[in-house]
Each structure stands twice: as C-alpha cells, then as structure tokens.
Nanobody, 120 residues
Framework: QVQLVESGGGLVQAGGSLRLSCAAS????????MGWYRQAPGKQRELVAT???????NYADSVKGRFTISRDNAKNMVYLQMNSLKPEDTAVYYC??????????????WGQGTQVTVSS
C-alpha cells in the first residue's frame, strides 16, 4: 500500500537544471530501495539512478557526473538533482520504490511520472 507522487518536472534549456522530488505515502511499510527511471517517446524505460536505505547510489553511464540522487528516510522522499541537462534527457521520469511490510513481503511501486523537456 505504497503510493508515489513525483513533482518538479518542466521545460528547461540545455545546460539548465531541475530537481525532481518523489513522496511516498501509506502505512505499514518500510522502503529499502528507491530509484528513478525514464522513458522517452518510442523507447523503453531505462534506469537513471538508484539509492539504497544506506545511501549507496548507482547511476546510468549517460547521467554520471550530472545527476545526483538522494533520499530522506524520515520523510520517505527521494530526489533527483539534474544539472547540465541535455536534449537527450527529455523523457517522462518515474519514481520507483521497493518496500516491505511487517511480514517482510516485498513489493515494487511506481509513480505516475513527471515530464522533463530539455530544449536545444
């Protein structure tokens, strides 16, 4: 019973920055891993970045050095700071979370997505 809501998307010029936020809500769960994925028109959804509960991060090669993922465990939120944006970054960005309940049953949840458009 985890709901994810993304925010912070928009239109930005190449070289600009955006900060995406994802809020997790619900009850009776704990989140052990969160991440961001993106999907451009006509392409498959791809991994952007992930972060564990201990703040270990992983990034796609295409965004290394430009994007930073972070989380606030107390607030059940994850963020994606995107700098030096390129037109190739244009996509719908989705927040994802892996959670478990009191019986340690693991489920994956997805947000509705937020549009990021980078102009040339």
């Amino acid at each position: 019973q985890v709901q994810l809501v993304e925010s912070g998307g928009g239109l930005v010029q190449a070289g600009g920055s955006l900060r995406l936020s994802c809020a997790a809500s619900g009850s009776g769960f704990s989140i052990n891993r969160m991440g961001w994925y993106r999907q451009a028109p006509g392409k498959q959804r791809e991994l952007v970045a992930t972060i564990t509960s201990s703040s270990t991060t992983n990034y796609a090669d295409s965004v290394k050095g430009r994007f930073t993922i972070s989380r606030d465990n107390a607030k059940n939120m994850v963020y994606l700071q995107m700098n030096s944006l390129k037109p190739e970054d244009t996509a719908v960005y989705y927040c994802a979370a892996e959670s478990f309940d009191k019986l340690f049953r693991v489920t994956s949840s997805w947000g509705q997505g937020t549009q990021v458009t980078v102009s040339s």
